[in-house]
Structure formats: C-alpha cells, structure tokens
C-alpha cells in the first residue's frame, strides 16, 4: 500500500493524508468544482456558519470510510481477506477502491446541493436524475477515469460505480457499500458532525470515534460479510440516530432554510434551459457562476418575471412567513387539512401571497424494529465479555421509539409582520373547521 | 396513519408507482390471491431484469433481493387508497387492489400500455410460486448476474451453485438449487 505523503487539515477530523495519486484526483477539474459548492446550499442564511462546502466533506468521508475499513482489517482481517478473495480481491485494493469512491461520491453534486437537483432532467421512468448518475457520469469522462485506471487498478471505474449504486453489487462487495452509504456510514458520520460545527448546533454531535472502534465484520446469511457492532458502541448508534432526527427538524427543514430551498428551486426552474441533457455540462457550473446570475437576475429584470422575483428573495433575504404548520409525522389525514385550509385561505385572501410547502419528508432511520410491519437493517452485536452474539433490536430500545420518517407540512404567507398574528388566527380556525368536515 | 378518501391522491405520483400498483393488479388477477411483501420484492426484481424501469435498487438481503424503497412506495400507494393492506397482523401484509387503483392507473395510460406486457408475464410466471421458492429463484437470478457483471462473463453453473449454497445452505439443499438453477436456465431466465 501507497504511503499517504499529502495532508490536508480539517476543522473535525484532524490531519486527513492522502496519497500522490489520490492527490491527482482531488486536483482534477471535476473535484476542484466541489470547493465552491455550498454543502448546505443557502443554510447560511439561516445559520451563517454554514459556509462549508462539498469539497471537504468528501475528505472527510474518505477519511471515516478508511478508519471504518481499518477498524475492520485489525478486527476481523482474517475473514475480510477471504471475503475479497472469492472475487479476485486484494485487501489493498478493497482499501484502494473504498478511499476514491468515498472521496468522489458527491462529485456530481449541482450548483446548491440538493437545492439544484429539481433541474435536472428525468430518466426514462420519469424518476428525478440523481446527484450519484451526474458523479457517475463525471467518473466515467475522461479526465477521471484515466487518472483512477492509471494510478489504482484496472477496471476500478467501474467498480466505484458498483459501489454508489449502478447495477448489482456482489454479495461479497456489500460490506465497502455499507461503509459509504448504509445505516452508520461514513457519509452520515460525517456531514452529522461537520454540519453541526459550521452552523453552531450541538445537534449533529455524536462519539463517532468511540462507534469506529466498536466495528467489526461478521459472516453474514446474505452472503460476504456484514458490519458488526461491540456491545460498548450500541449508545453511540442511539446518538448517531438521534443526532440525525435533532438534524432533520432544527437545520436541514428548519422553516427558514426550506423558504430559501423553495427560492432556489423556483428561480433555478426558470434559470434553466435545458442545459444538463448533457449531465457531464453540469460540470460548466458551481455555486459562485450562479450566485453571480442571482446577483444580476436580482438588479434587472432583463431575464425574465420569475428569475428577477426569486434572485431578489435570495438576494435581499425577504421571505414569506409560516403561518401554519404539523407536527413531524404528518400522514395523509394532515395533507388533506393542509390542502384544503390554504384552498380557503387563497380565496379569502385574494392580495397575500401563499406557499404550501408539502414536500419536507426524509427518512430518519431503517433499522429493523422488533414487530415492525416493515423489513429494515439488523445487525449483530458482539459482547466482548461473554463472546455471545445477539441483535441490535434486541439490544436496544431506542430505535423503536423514533419513527422512521419525518413529513412536516407548512402554509408560508408573504404578509407584513403587523398582519402575521391576525392571519395566524384565521389560519387557526380554518384549519380547525377542515379538521372537523374532513 | 389515515388513508385518504376516494379520489384524493397526494403521495402517490409516478410513473414507477403506476407500475408497482398495476404488477400488483396483474398478479393478484394471475393467482387469484393477495400478496405478501416478500412476493412483492421478487416480482419487482424481475420485472426490472426484464426491463421495466422500475427505479428500485436491489441488494442481496435475509429473503433474497430487496429494495427498500419498494416499502416506502407501497406506503405512498396505500395512504392513496391506490392498494390495499388486508392482512390484520402489522408483522405480515396481504396487499390487494384498492379504491383508488382504477382512477390511478388512468393517469399513467401510456407509461403502463408500453410495459403491460412485461408486467402480466412476470405476474403470471411467478403467480404459482411460494415466497421460500421465489426467495431461491430470485437470489439464483442475483448471484448469476452480479457475478456476470464482476467477472465480465457468464459464471459457470458450480460458481454461481455454490454461492447460493454458502448463503442458503440452512434452507436448500444443494440438490434443489442445482435442479432451480437448470429450470432457470432452461427457460432462459438468467442473463
């Protein structure tokens, strides 16, 4: 294995080295974009810490992804080996291609973040391009793909695109997915922790020190190997998913932060003509080529009524107000009270402008639940003192307790702070009448 | 949670989500049954290896390929009244048409006319088949065609044999997955 001569250092992990060749990838001019591609897109300003970008949280999934790998080879070297080896793999060159996948998993990644993905164009089947098909699809274009063939091994390119998700994984290859993208993976540890940091919350924070060295690997029933925990590293779990919900509900749907989402979204609609037909053209822009649209869009209004309307939100920090919102389980009871209180609200308030906001849903958590009716993610739990094997949902009682999804819903009104109490009533008694009739 | 009356449809809203529902439709035509979850993820596997652009991502998991995905469409296809849960235990699930299957489907009139035929030959291939057999069909299927796309050639039957073994060694003898494997390959199913 290379020696890792190049350092670079960051605000959570410390010194992240890398070796001459990945530094090769990390100069390329699709990964030099990623430092001016907000990891928060416009959180900061909501939270002005959170000028954080892409760029380091893909060190630094690099960096939990390997401590995760190592953590394993010193624990379970044996069975990893011969897991790899069905498959005509080195543990080395496991290690290899764990490191360039979790390096360039958001390489891809639009103007913004997730906040940019709403233009993208559809697949096929209708479903939305994802940010992994625009990084496959970077990966695969020349630059990269004969940097990565000609500094790690041959056939590498494709196996990255194996790992972020294209095409069938051998059972043998699901222990390195699990590390870059499953429940406790290198992705979450990270952002978790770095996100928390920029925006100055303690939501996010978690010992995932103390989880990396819990892990171990174990032969799994599904074939290859599965991710293992000490009984010791169950309490970090907890946080770690606990630390995801506090997440989801103070920054990532905080209502400020989702206003702005929705600005984005609005403004890059019609700030868009087509351009990504081609995903490798998703490479000509980063967050400043667009911000300087914004910037100009919001002075004139040469461009057109849209751009002109959502860059000068954006750009002057003038948003609407929530006037309404549920709890954090909103089911389709709550829809249809949504639904039908803002339809009354847009009649009798034919001058304020409303936004109905019915898309703020994420999936906290897909642990197994004793006597859940869904399948989810079991792992065994390995007690150091007896040497006796158990499960996690045996193990624990925490993960029942938090649902698996969250879906708040919200009225945003662009009313004047003097109208915002005596709208927020009316709103009130609507929505008790709909909650009545329905 | 509260499923939403007749007619009201806010979760539901895909293309794939009109064809999970209308494989739905056709395998419980075909058998004359509802069907379980297990049923539902083997179907799904091999509508998409027969080139329905689902958008589900299969990994090998306890009862052979899962997506989870197919849950949280499922859970967006019975909030709309579109499918149906009849089964009383929340551990197991009987899914069957619902209210709102009919109005659904309509509005995906083309998506569904260009992969019906797929859809019924999947429903109707697989409709006699228990979940324990679909678990072995399908993880024969998963293990012969990842290791195709590893290898960058067709596996050998032994290979692709003795893999299935090694992973569903306590529930198959290596006599029934050879036998699975030949009926399989016979009716050229695998890649």
Redesign the interface.
Known sequence: MEVHPVRFRDPVHGFIHLSKSELKFVESKAFRRLRHIKQLALTYLVYPGAMHTRFEHSLGVMELATRAFEAIQNRSGELLSTNLKKIGMTVDQAKSLLRATALLHDVGHLPFSHGGEAVLPKNSNGEPTTHEQVSIAFIREHELSDLLEKELYHGVVEHIALLLGEGQLPPELLILKRLISGQFDADKMDYLNRDSLHCGVGYGNFDYLRLLETLRAEESTEGGLELCLDRGGIHTLEAMMLARYWMFTQVYYHKTRRIFDIYLRLYLQAWYQDQYKDLLRVMDHDDVTVMNDIIQDAKEQGGSEARHKYASRIRERKHHHVIYETDNNADAKEMRIAVGTEKKLRQKYTDVDFILDRDARGTLHKFYVEGDEKMGDEFPIYDTISGRYSRLSEESRIFEKVPRTFHVIRIYADVPNDRLTELRKETTQIEQHERQVI | ?????QG?M??AD???DA?LAYLIKSYTEASGRTLG?TILQKLCYFAKASGV???F??????YG??S?EI??RTDDLL??GVIEDRSSD????NFAPGSNLDPFLSRFGE?IKQHEANLKRVAMMFSHLDPTQMELVSTIH??H???S???KKVPDKDAVVT?VV??KG?KFTIQIVEKTYDILRDATLLP
């Open positions: 949670m509260a499923a939403t009356a009201q806010f979760f895909k293309i794939a064809l979850r652009p689902l958008p991502r299969f990994e090998i998991y306890h390929p899962f989870q849950f949280y909030l709309d929340p551990a197991q699930s998506a998963y293990i065609s990842s290791y796309e590893w290898f893999s090694q992973i306590r």
